[in-house]
């Protein structure tokens, strides 16, 4: 059996009945849920944003961080290696915002010609330690050892300024290796 075939007339009056709903969005909806869109993608943009500064104060820090302990265990260390002073070389002097001490290095161990180093405020023999290094301190017990001998040990305290303008204080303890070694 064949089915009728429904003119153009019947066709139209099955599809469109008057006050009958398509299946389309009306503009109210569309701009509702469009309106619905934005707010969300500020939201995840937001949360993004915020992230993005947690990160980058992180990883400041960190830098602050690691730039004040090395530059503290670097001098504690330097400082752990100082030698005695001889007749010839009676320089030892570690306090306050200065010191000046002789060390003996791998390469010149066997010379025993040694090297002198000095640091005043924030440099080391003339050279800015590090940038935002505010001040470096020293301080040795016993803080006035006999004539010829090295203290017991020194702690060394630098400060740095972060970045929001406060300062950060790093310290390190230098015990004198070498405190029976006279340096020729």
């Not at 006050?19 to 909806?29: M, N, P, S, V």
């Not at 003996?104 to 640091?119: I, K, P």
Request: charged content about 20%; hydrophobic content about 45%.
């Amino acid at each position: 059996m064949k089915r009728p075939v429904a003119t153009t007339k019947e066709f139209i009056s099955v599809r469109s009945s008057p006050g009958e709903r398509h299946g389309a969005f009306t503009l109210i909806e569309l701009l509702v849920a469009m309106a619905i869109l934005v707010i969300i993608v500020l939201i995840v943009s937001m949360i993004f944003q915020r992230a993005s500064v947690a990160w980058d104060t992180g990883a400041r820090k960190a830098e602050l961080d690691m730039t004040g302990r090395g530059v503290a265990d670097f001098i504690a260390q330097e400082l752990a290696t100082a030698v005695r002073g001889t007749n010839r070389f009676t320089d030892f002097s570690v306090s306050g915002s200065a010191a000046h001490f002789w060390v003996l290095s791998d390469a010149t161990a066997t010379n025993r010609a040694g090297m002198e180093v000095t640091y005043s405020g924030v440099t080391r023999n003339g050279d800015a330690l590090a940038e935002g290094v505010e001040s470096v301190d020293f301080s040795c017990e016993p803080a006035a050892p006999s004539a010829g001998e090295l203290p017991q040990y020194a702690d060394v305290t630098v400060t740095l300024t972060n970045n929001y303008g406060s300062n950060v204080v790093y310290q390190s303890r230098a015990y004198f290796m070498n405190r029976g070694r006279n340096r020729l």
